[in-house]
């Protein structure tokens, strides 16, 4: 069903597979690569084109978002029939909404999560980034951006060790777009048929690496404000580019406030923490105040930051209240429609009478 353009982007056997015969009679395949408000635009086999998403889809909560494979019904205004299960997402929770699921990006394989080493490495940020990355499903990386600005390489070497001690086990890569160095690694990691997508703050420089991965000037560049190393937004919307080589790249407005949606990325990022959890004395243990915790062991003798410990209890914290916040706003909604349902009950037994 896909042909080479398609499988290039990623549209292999799991995603034919979901693929009905009389769909394939009947339907184009392709993948969503930019919002374009109303519209969706699409690439399919012969072209890029602007596409409907109806009704019933918004209303089902089924919209699709850039990275989404989809089938469409051809014509001159092509229309969204269906919408692929995703293989991954890259989430969080909506700003000041922890019940509601923002999908950033779908059908990512890769995460680079950029951080400009004109401000440093904020490892408590590093960790929060990191975790929302495992719990989508997909792979991190940790991109140490604009290295050359960097003093001399031994002090891109400390920075990529600082960002290695909060990784938990991601490869750490330090590259710069505006001298090409570190850019091979990058490209080398996206193989044809594999999606990265760059994260990060405002003027971090995702924006450079994809226009050096992409060898022209596609998104444009802020230059950061030098009081502070701060940057605008120069992207105003999320858009996957097709690689030269295959393979293809999602880059889009930074994500300032990055709430997490589950907790389940979180043994990834701190396996250190787990490893020691191990022999605390209760298998529940949350390293507070319990008797026998051997993590508050070993942060008293010195063999695990006490910052990146409460950085592990702050991010589960908030997970776990975000996963209740949604258990909650999800029985209030059952309830509502229970009360849906029994008043109409009423008003047709009280038809029934008449």
């Known amino acids: 069903m896909a042909g080479p353009v398609l499988s290039a982007l990623g549209f292999g056997p799991s995603f034919e597979a979901q693929v009905s015969a ?32 109806p009704g019933r889809l918004q209303a089902a909560g089924e919209v699709p978002v850039v990275g989404d494979f989809l089938l469409a019904h051809p014509g001159d205004e092509p229309t969204v029939a269906r919408v692929l299960p995703r293989a991954s997402k890259l989430s969080r929770g909506a700003a000041g909404r ?21 401000a440093g490495v904020k490892a408590r940020r ?41 990784a938990g086990g991601a490869i750490v890569l330090a590259a710069s777009g505006k001298t090409g160095a570190g850019v091979d690694a ?6 044809p048929g594999r999606t990265g997508v760059f994260v990060g703050p405002s003027g971090a420089g995702k924006s450079t690496l994809v226009n050096a991965l992409l060898g022209a000037v596609v998104q444009a560049v802020e230059e950061v404000r030098e ?16 690689l030269a080589g295959g393979g293809a790249v999602i880059d889009g407005p930074g994500i300032r406030e990055l709430k997490l949606w589950d907790a389940s990325g ?7 923490v787990g490893t020691l959890a ?16 051997a993590v508050r062991v ?48 009423r008003l047709n037994r009280g038809r029934g009478e008449e």
Request: charged share 35%; with cysteine.
């Open 22 to 53: 009389d769909e394939r009679a009947t339907l184009l395949p392709g993948r969503a690569v930019a919002d374009r408000g109303r519209r969706l635009a699409v690439r399919f086999e012969d072209a890029e084109r602007l596409v409907v998403v």
């Open 98 to 118: 922890a019940e509601a699921e923002q999908v950033l990006a779908a059908n990512v394989d890769l995460v680079f999560v950029v951080h400009g080493l004109d």
């Open 126 to 166: 590093l960790e929060r980034e990191l975790a929302a990355v495992h719990a989508s499903g997909a792979r991190p990386v940790v991109v140490l951006a604009k290295a050359d600005l960097a003093d001399d390489e031994a002090e891109v070497a400390e920075f990529a060790e600082e960002a290695a001690e909060a």
């Open 186 to 191: 990058l490209r080398a990691l996206l193989a």
């Open 227 to 242: 009081r502070d190393a701060r940057g605008r937004h120069a992207t105003t919307g999320r858009r996957l580019f097709a």
């Open 266 to 272: 979180l043994a990834e990022v701190f396996d250190d």
């Open 278 to 293: 191990a022999a605390c004395r209760f298998r529940d243990c949350r390293h507070e105040d319990e008797p026998g915790c």
């Open 298 to 345: 070993a942060v008293e003798d010195g063999r695990l930051d006490p910052e990146r410990l409460g950085s592990y209890r702050k991010l589960g914290a908030e997970a776990r209240s975000a996963e209740a916040r949604r258990a909650g706003a999800a029985r209030a909604e059952k309830a509502r429609w229970r009360g849906v349902a029994r008043e109409r009950r």
